[in-house]
């Protein structure tokens, strides 16, 4: 089998000023995380650490990160193996901006079956008032060994809190974790759909739960087309960390399945809540070149007619925020091998009679020929079929959404998704 790489990464994020960073260390998921610096929230490894299952070895290199404003204290995003940071890094000196990339083949990593993954960013000092954008991280894994494609490790990323209650509560295939307009996860499961852009095994489903404060098991199921797949996970009363389904299930998928994940937390006799930072699984293509990435709002995102276009990382994370407030870095990630990619698509839960999305695919901050429409007051995935992009290692990559029609806020938006695929 010939190997191919896939990607690893983690969205971007803004920072207005009004989250003041100390001096120390910030993680980060892997697996198509949020960024390590999205508010401070991720300061314990442990939580956002995954763990590799397949193929059996690997090597991880081109590390890619960056900034957009100076952050005036130095900063280090490194690959930390088991809890150690490893010589894949990049650093951000305290005036420098701009995208930062180790491509240095000394300093790839290889790692085996077992090992346990994150991103980790160093703070030299402290900044009390930063105002900038971060770029999305992004890396490439490449399998070596010869009988199986490179997996994916992919994840929706919290942190997200989960009440008991009479109805299930879904979550998205990948993104952002919980729905933000609710503070739960999502009582409708077409809201957490994400489209399936390959056919491949979804299989290793995990999570890492903060807190439990439930007296009763709580059930996670994977989802295909509506119906429970062959994953499961049991969190026992009051227990919580790191949780992996064992049994070695998995389902096949297609393309056009729509993936999501269940919890089943009933109400009756149960406690407060139970804190999530992610839930997600590994995803091998039936086709080895084949990868997915994208990101998801978590929920229904509002995004009005008119005015500046709005952007969403597609490394992670994935809520969409207005140019004329964010600046487009947060939604920008560089690709770390050529590739071609298609299959660009948008997901709308409903729309005013005359209004729509467009979202197009940027290279190097232009457009690109990958667009798509949702069609005035339609809803539903919608999917450029005829058109593609040729990237190299080194161009950059976000998704711009544009909104048509009449209404201040006439759209609601929920996902992106692409499928890559690697040069020969």
């Known amino acids: 089998m010939t190997n191919y790489p896939t990607l690893l990464g983690a969205g971007g994020h803004y920072s207005d000023a009004s989250k003041t960073y100390p001096a120390g260390n910030y993680y980060c998921n892997v697996g198509l995380g949020r960024c390590p610096m999205f508010t401070g929230q991720f300061m314990t490894e442990s939580w956002v650490t995954q763990t590799v299952r397949v193929p059996a070895t690997g090597i991880i290199s081109y590390l890619s990160w960056g900034l957009d404003t100076a ?68 890396a490439r894994f490449d399998s ?3 009988t199986v494609g490179s997996a994916q490790i992919i994840a929706a990323v919290g942190p997200s809190l989960i009440y008991p209650g009479a109805e299930l509560k879904y979550v998205s295939f990948l993104g952002i974790l919980g729905n933000p307009m609710l503070v739960d996860a999502d009582p409708t499961e077409s809201n957490q759909r994400f489209k399936c852009l390959a056919d491949g095994t ?22 295909v087309n509506g119906s429970d797949g062959s ?8 227990t919580g960390g790191y949780v992996e389904d064992t049994s070695g299930a998995s389902d096949s998928v297609s393309y056009d399945d729509l993936l999501d994940y269940v919890f089943v937390a009933p109400d009756s006799g149960n406690g407060d809540s139970l804190k999530m930072i992610w839930l997600g699984a590994q ?19 509002p995004l009005g007619a008119g005015g500046s276009a709005n952007f969403s990382p597609l490394f992670g994370g994935g809520e969409p925020a207005n140019a004329g407030t964010y600046p487009q870095t947060r939604a920008t990630g560089l690709i770390p091998y050529a590739l071609t990619a298609s299959h660009l698509t948008s997901h709308v839960t409903s729309a005013d009679d005359s209004d729509y999305a467009t979202i197009t695919l940027l290279k190097n901050g232009r457009t690109t020929m990958l667009s798509i429409s949702s069609g005035a007051g339609l809803t539903g995935f919608f999917t450029d079929l005829i058109d593609t992009a040729d990237f190299t290692a080194g161009d ?17 938006w929920v996902s992106a998704g692409l499928l890559l695929e690697a040069s020969a």
Do not use: K
């Open 71 to 138: 952050f005036h204290a130095g900063l280090t995003l490194a690959l930390n193996v088991n809890s150690s940071s490893s010589s894949l890094a990049v650093f951000i000196g305290a005036a420098m901006t701009g995208l930062v990339t180790n491509n240095n083949s000394t300093d790839n990593i290889t790692v085996d079956d077992g090992y346990q993954l994150d991103f980790v960013a160093n703070a030299s000092a402290a900044n009390s008032d930063y105002t900038g954008g971060f770029y999305c991280i992004s």
């Open 144 to 146: 070596t060994d010869s």
């Open 283 to 301: 995803f091998v293509a039936t086709n080895p070149a084949l990868c997915i990435i994208g990101g998801s709002s978590g929920g229904p995102a």
């Open 231 to 238: 994953m499961a996970i049991s969190i026992p009363a009051g």
């Open 396 to 412: 950059t990559c976000a998704n711009q959404i544009t909104v048509t029609g009449e209404s201040h806020t006439s759209v609601y």
């Open 202 to 223: 979804w299989q290793n489903m995990a999570c890492y739960v903060e807190t439990n404060e439930f007296n009763r098991t709580t059930f996670i199921y994977n989802r």
